[in-house]
């Protein structure tokens, strides 16, 4: 059977072969996006779907709000995942494992808090003083706190 970071693997491979081919990264990398949807967050963490969305770990300002009054963020932007997935050299399963059990978090804020990140300039970026270890780092440069498990 094969892993969820082998399936990442092979879209890694497609958008580097999309890329050389004169796709834009962004256009490229649609399916890469999907695959980290697919395979990373439903299989491999289980946080699919509505119904698992109450599993989502939460800043402490959503602490106790309706789902439908949270949005879900991603803590690393997407693109910053897919921009170290493309950059993986070699690209083995083991090293996708790795950099996605680091960095590929989701969590739900409040929606004043997903408009501060929006505004802060930060939306789909790190900060440009990221030491490229915290993956909170946007959080703590506009204030959210997470809540503690």
Known sequence: MKSPASFIAF????????????????????????????????????????????RI???AAATGLALADCVVEHV??????????????????????????????????????HDLLNA????STMPKDWDGLNAYARYDAVGIEMHPK
């Not at 490229?28 to 299989?43: D, G």
């Not at 802060?120 to 939306?123: A, E, I, L, N």
């Open 76 to 113: 690393v932007p997407q693109m910053e995942i897919v921009n170290r997935l493309m950059a993986l050299h070699p690209l083995t399963e083991h090293a996708i494992d790795d950099l996605l059990r680091k960095y590929f978090v989701v969590a739900l804020v409040t929606k004043a808090e």
């Open 120 to 123: 802060s300039g930060v939306r």
């Open 57 to 59: 770990p939460r800043s």
């Open 11 to 54: 879209a890694v491979e497609q958008q580097r072969a999309a890329e050389e081919f004169g796709f834009t990264r962004n256009e490229c990398c649609r399916n890469l996006k999907t695959a980290l949807h697919q395979y990373w967050q439903n299989k491999t963490l289980g946080l699919h779907g509505q119904s698992q969305k109450k």
